[in-house]
Structures are given as structure tokens and as C-alpha cells.
């Protein structure tokens, strides 16, 4: 079948979707195309903005590929206090960002699940709960994501990393504290919750094949999601799989991939909302532009302290760490025109497929 008849298609099978992740050349540029339109036509030429508070740097968890994970002692640990995170909400609404997204390495302890709970609150009181406010916050027991939906939050994103089992315990400690179905009945529990729920995957991550990339696409349409985010892997020296770097394709065909992941997964849900990872700015000057034009409709733009930026580096060079909240504002509006896409103040940028879902159902 040829590229084109791929594209028109309603439905895309699984050898569709590892054929238009292979596409170079004329054919990657005419997946990209197609994603874009439908986006233009399914959702609008808007971006939605959540203002990234990076809470805390402290992690029960050690993910081979993660900067701060919990054994790699270089990184200096640091939580921001609740006023300050809730300061930085305050900023987010006065610059019009309309939602926040609140990410924080994994703790389960009953201070931290209460902390949480405040801030949420707290934040739900700025001028009379205007703010959208997102959760990404690692596995929690099910009475945990309760209770802070309770309190006011209404999204939750949790990658999954990967959907393929061998490939998740490759990049991940195979013990009780990293377990793939725990992970998998997460997502599961915040479904069933009424959350709005993001996962996502690295894209370029050594051992991952097309094949298990059309995986993950597939799992993100069988789960149903509301949102997805995907980023290029970036090796991290001070972590364990940094050693297999030489084995992954260079920054650019990870990038091109992860545009292509996000074009494909464009034509097979039209109206998620998908994020223009800072992941892509990191390996790209304009990145985020690249995967906005390839059918992402989300960016988070970083709120959190400057002081604190350095010692959230997830990953090396992360972009935007200098910058002042302020500067990324106006930064963003002017890089966002500049590709014929409009910032849409001061609204939440619910997911339409997540909105229309909750009026369908019984
Ligand atoms: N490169 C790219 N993305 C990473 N993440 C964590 N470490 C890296 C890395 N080295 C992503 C994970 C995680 C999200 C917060 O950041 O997908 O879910
Ligand atoms: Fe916990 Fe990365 S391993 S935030």
C-alpha cells in the first residue's frame, strides 16, 4: 500500500503505523503534513499552556535513565516549600497560564500525600479556582489519587516509559519498587477515577524497535487516554544506562522519531491533548515548534524557582533552566506566532476527546 493510502485510511492497523514510523524522506514530510491538518481541523491552531512547578527532586525510585533517581548522590535534594508553590501558581494565573502541572520525584509517605492535598486546595482558592491544575506524581495507592482529586486536581499524567514488559525492566530496576503492572494498574485506577490521565514514552531508548514504539501508540489507543507525552531519550551520565548510549540513534533520528510518533498518533486520536516535551527543545533549538507542527498542542512552560532548576536535570542541558518565568511568557507567544499557532490564555485546554468521552458515557 502506498504512504498515501495509509494516510487516508480511518483506521490504522499495527503494520500501518510501523510503516509510517520508518517514513523518510518525501514520506516523513507527508505524515508530518497530514498530522498537522488534522489537528487544524480537529482542534483549532490553539496551544494550551500548564505552568511547571518541579515541586521536589526527592525520589523513593531509581530509574536507570533519570537524573535525580534516588542512588545517584550528586544531585543535591531540595522540596520546595508549600508558599512557594503555591506562589508559583499565583504567577501562572497572573501571566494567564490557565492550568498548572505539579511534578515531583515519587514519595508515598503520609506527609508528603497531605502536602500535596494543601497545595491543591490552596490553589483551588486563587481567584476562585481558575486554575486547571495537573498532577505528575508517580504511583500512588488509589485512596492517595482520591483524595488529591478530591481536593481539586483533575488531571494526572504518568508515563508508562514503555508498554513493552522486556524493555520497561531494561530500563528499570527489576524490584518491588519498580513494577511494570503496579504501573499499569495505576493508569488504570486514575481512568477509573474520572481523571483526565496522560501516560507517554521515551522515544530513542536503547533495545526500543519500531515495532515496540507501535506498541506504545496502540496501548495509548486501547487505554483510551486523554493525554500523551512523548520526548526523545536523553542519555544522563550519571545513571546506569548511560553505558548503552553508543547504541541509540544520534539526536537527530531521535527527534525525528518522536515527531514521527507524535504525527502518527495525531492521525489515530485526533483530539488528545499532547505535549510539546521541553525534552525536544533540549535536543533542538526549535524542537518544541517542530512538535507542535507535527500535531502536539500542549507546552509547559517552567515556573519553578530558578534556584531550584539546576538540581531537576532529569536530564543533561535541559532547556530553559536560565530563563525567568517571565521571559519564557513572552518568548513563547512570539515562537508560537511565528508557526501560525495561537496561545490560548487563561483556560483550562481541557483534552476534547476526554470532554466528549464524559458526555457519551451512561
Ligand atoms: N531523557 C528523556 N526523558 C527523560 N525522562 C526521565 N529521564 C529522561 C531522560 N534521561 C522523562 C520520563 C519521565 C519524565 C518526567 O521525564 O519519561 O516520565
Ligand atoms: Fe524518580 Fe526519576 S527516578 S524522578
Redesign the pocket.
Known sequence: MSLQAILDKEFLEKEDIVRLLAAEGDEKKALLNKALEVKLSRLDNYVHLRGLIELSNVCRKS?L???VRRDNDKVERYTISEDQAVECARLAQQLGYGSVAI?SGERNDPEFVAMITRIVHRIKEIDNGSLGITL?LGEQSEATYRQWFEAGAHRYLL?I?SSNEDLYYRIHPRDERHDFHRRLDCIDTLLALGYQTGT?V?VGLPFQTLDILADDLLFFRQKDVAMVGM??????PDTPLYPFADQIPPAKERMDLTLKMIATLRLMMPEINMVAAT?NQTIDPLGREKAITAGANVIMPNLTPNEYREEYL??PDKACVGDKPEECFSCLDIRMKAIGHEILYNEWGDSRAFLKKKRTEP
Do not use: V
Open positions: 530509574c535513565y533519570c537524573g511534578q505528575s508515563r516509559e507517554g521515551m520526548g526523545p531519550y536523553i542519555p544522563h525534552a532529569i536530564y
